[in-house]
Nanobody
Framework: QLQFVESGGGLVQPGGSLRLSCAAS????????IGWFRQAPGKKHEGVAC????????YYSDSVAGRFTISRDNAKNTVYLQINSLKPEDTGFYYC??????????????????WGQGTQVTVSS
């Protein structure tokens, strides 16, 4: 299975920012479309941002559009998620996935068999 190491989470106040990182382990990230997903307490996984392997096109869920920015650095085998204007409802664990789908299809798909350890984001005053 494709594995990632997610990092960069933490406790932040509403309105704050974080930059999450997702390092690919054991495979070449450039060969895949990549998505950031999150799981809020008591809820199912939700795709929030996805980026294409071919042209860098992106897709964002309505709940994060305008506040989150996904980017990739294939040379570093890493994907980033810049999250601004954080809200309490952004609280949860954030994970990466790799796939070969359109960015929109990837972000609406949540039926992955394996989820890594993720990185925890807590937004609270």
């Amino acid at each position: 299975q494709l594995q990632f190491v997610e990092s960069g989470g933490g406790l932040v106040q509403p309105g704050g920012s974080l930059r999450l990182s997702c390092a690919a382990s054991g495979f070449t990230l450039a060969n895949f479309d990549i998505g950031w997903f999150r799981q809020a307490p008591g809820k199912k996984h939700e795709g929030v941002a996805c980026i294409s392997r071919s042209d860098g096109s992106t897709y964002y869920s309505d709940s994060v559009a305008g506040r989150f920015t996904i980017s990739r650095d294939n040379a570093k085998n890493t994907v980033y998620l810049q999250i601004n204007s954080l809200k309490p409802e952004d609280t949860g664990f954030y994970y990466c996935q790799a796939d070969s789908l359109s960015v929109r299809d990837m972000c609406v798909k949540t039926a992955y068999d394996y989820w890594g350890q993720g990185t925890q984001v807590t937004v609270s005053s």
